[in-house]
């Protein structure tokens, strides 16, 4: 697994900060979604860049253990060969996050 993104949490609940890979740099946002459609409607959408783009999701899940909370997240775009698929998880810091890829 590799950290691909670093975040830190605003007062309203966004997530905001940037992904690198080989491929990929880009300004992100996580939004709160408000209200569920459905149980399994994203907690987070994200928006890339200053223009807004929605290129993924975000779910509020909990570890096995129930003792810490995260973020399952997709991001997806036509010019991706696949989904991404990653965590957003806290750090030792408060208030920063990384996002940690798996495939």
């Keep these: 697994m590799a950290t691909i993104g670093?975040?830190?949490?605003?007062?309203?609940?966004?997530?905001?900060?940037?992904?690198?890979?080989?491929?990929?740099?880009?300004?992100?946002?996580?939004?709160?979604?408000?209200?569920?459609?459905?149980?399994?409607?994203p907690d987070l959408r994200a928006y890339a860049g200053n223009n807004g783009i929605e290129f993924g999701a975000?779910?509020?899940?909990?570890?096995?253990?129930?003792?810490?909370?995260?973020?399952?997240?997709?991001?997806?775009?036509?010019?991706?060969?696949n989904p991404i698929y990653a965590s957003l998880v806290e750090t030792a810091d408060a208030n920063t996050f990384s996002l940690v890829w798996s495939r």
């Design 58 to 81: 975000a779910w509020t899940k909990r570890t096995k253990d129930g003792a810490r909370v995260y973020h399952s997240v997709k991001l997806d775009d036509p010019s991706f060969p």
């Design 6 to 41: 670093t975040f830190t949490r605003n007062q309203d609940g966004t997530f905001q900060g940037s992904i690198r890979t080989l491929t990929l740099n880009t300004k992100v946002r996580f939004v709160p979604t408000g209200v569920a459609e459905s149980d399994k409607a």
